[in-house]
């Protein structure tokens, strides 16, 4: 079981990116996904999440307005929307996959089951 991001980068404040969490090895439609980002030097922090069905999302308060998780199971894929970009978003962003139904969770310890590599967002001018 396998969950890899991408769509990292480099990118001025006040842009956009768009992160994916492609699932290899299973299908997504059982799973919860988590994204998750940690800053140079900071704890891991629970950005958002959605439901295996996408009937429940959660989004920290600093991301609230700005980020936009969603789902396409048919893909096996996970997206997360960043818009309006600010160097605080900085950090390597992580998605996570639990098997769980109609809820998700922002913890980052002791919840979700299976983790990615990680995909670097860099917001800088």
């Known amino acids: 079981l396998q969950v890899v991001e991408s769509g990292g980068g480099l990118v001025q404040p006040g842009g956009s990116l768009r992160l994916s969490c492609a699932a290899s090895?299973?299908?997504?439609?059982?799973?919860?996904i988590g994204w998750f980002r940690q800053a140079p030097g900071k704890e891991r922090e629970g950005v958002s999440c959605?439901?295996?069905?996408?009937?429940?999302?959660i989004s920290a308060d600093s991301v609230k307005g700005r980020f936009t998780i969603s789902r396409d199971n048919a893909k096996n894929t996970v997206y997360l929307q960043m818009n309006s970009l600010k160097p605080e978003d900085t950090g390597v962003y992580y998605c996570?996959?639990?098997?769980?139904?109609?809820?998700?969770?922002?913890?980052?310890?002791?919840?979700?089951?299976?983790w990615g590599q990680g995909t670097l967002v860099t917001v800088s001018s």
């Open positions: 959605i439901s295996n069905r996408g009937g429940m999302t």
């Open positions: 996570a996959a639990v098997t769980r139904d109609y809820i998700c969770s922002l913890r980052s310890r002791g919840y979700y089951e299976v």
């Open positions: 090895g299973f299908s997504l439609d059982y799973y919860a």
